[in-house]
C-alpha cells in the first residue's frame, strides 16, 4: 500500500526545518547508499550524527508519535532516526530497492525496513522534477506532495527520484520495521481500522457488532505482530 499522510509537520514546524537546514552541513549522498545504489545516487545528504539531523529529526520522530494514520498504517516498531536530503542542479536517484536491513548508526541495533516514508520539506512550486516514483503492480506512481505531507511504501517496492532541473527538493527520509511485517497483513488491518473507526461514527461505541469486529481487528493484530 502507497498511503499519502497529511500534514505530519506543521506550516511553523516546515519553516523552522528549513531554517536550520538552510545552514547545515550537506554532504554527498552516497554514505548511506548500497553498493548498487551509490552508483544511482545523486544527491546532498546530512550526516547522520550531526546536530541539525538529531534535533530536526526527534521533532519528527514526536510527530509520528501523535499520528494516529501513521501509527494505524505503519503499525512501527522501530523507525529509523530521520535522515535528511537535497535533490537540486540535475540531482536525481535511479531506480532500486532500499537495504533490507540498516545498521542505526552509533548504537548496535539493526532495523528490517518493511516501509520507507519520505516527509517533503519543499513545496512542489519550490522546484521542478523531483518526482518520488514507486512501482507497484498496478503500475507506476509519481509523488510530490505538499511541505509537511508524507509518503508511506512498502520498502520493497521499486523506486527512483527524478532529475531537479530547478530549485531544490529537500525531504526527510527514513524507514520503518513494524511489527507486521507482510505488506498485505498490514494493508488488511489498515483498511478494517479505518472502516471500525467511520462504523463507530455512525452507530456509538456501545453496538455489539461494532465490539465484536473491534476484537477481530485485535485478534488479527495478535496472530500477526512479530514483537
Ligand atoms: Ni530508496
Redesign the pocket.
Known amino acids: 500500500m502507497i498511503l499519502s499522510i497529511p500534514d505530519v509537520l506543521s506550516h511553523q514546524q516546515v519553516a523552522h526545518f528549513r531554517q536550520v537546514l538552510a545552514t547545515a552541513p550537506w554532504g554527498d549522498g552516497k554514505v548511506t547508499a548500497g553498493y548498487q545504489?551509490a552508483r544511482a545516487k545523486h544527491n546532498l545528504q546530512l550526516p547522520e550524527l550531526c546536530e541539525e539531523s538529531r534535533q530536526l529529526g526527534d521533532i519528527v520522530l514526536e510527530a509520528l508519535n501523535r499520528n494516529l494514520l501513521f501509527m494505524s498504517a505503519a503499525l512501527p516498531q522501530r523507525v529509523f532516526p530521520p535522515l535528511f536530503n537535497k535533490y537540486e542542479g540535475g540531482g536525481s536517484?535511479g531506480i532500486?530497492v532500499?537495504n533490507a536491513i540498516r545498521p542505526v548508526t552509533g548504537t548496535p541495533h539493526r532495523i528490517r525496513t518493511d516501509l520507507?516514508a519520505t516527509l517533503f520539506l519543499a513545496n512542489p512550486d519550490e522546484y521542478d522534477g523531483g518526482e518520488l516514483v514507486i512501482e507497484d503492480t498496478y503500475g507506476a506512481h509519481s509523488i510530490r506532495l505538499p511541505a509537511g505531507h508524507m509518503v508511506l511504501y512498502p520498502s520493497t517496492s521499486l523506486?527512483k527520484v527524478t532529475p531537479v532541473t530547478r530549485g531544490a527538493r529537500i525531504a526527510s527520509f527514513f524507514w520503518i520495521q513494524s511489527m507486521v511485517r507482510d505488506d498485505g497483513e498490514r494493508t488488511l488491518l489498515f483498511d478494517m481500522d479505518m472502516s471500525l473507526q467511520r462504523l463507530r461514527q455512525q452507530v456509538g461505541d456501545d453496538d455489539p457488532a461494532l465490539i465484536s469486529l473491534t476484537g477481530c481487528y485485535h485478534n488479527l493484530l495478535r496472530r500477526w505482530a512479530m514483537l
Do not use: M, R
Open positions: 545504489s536517484f532500486h532500499d520507507s523506486h
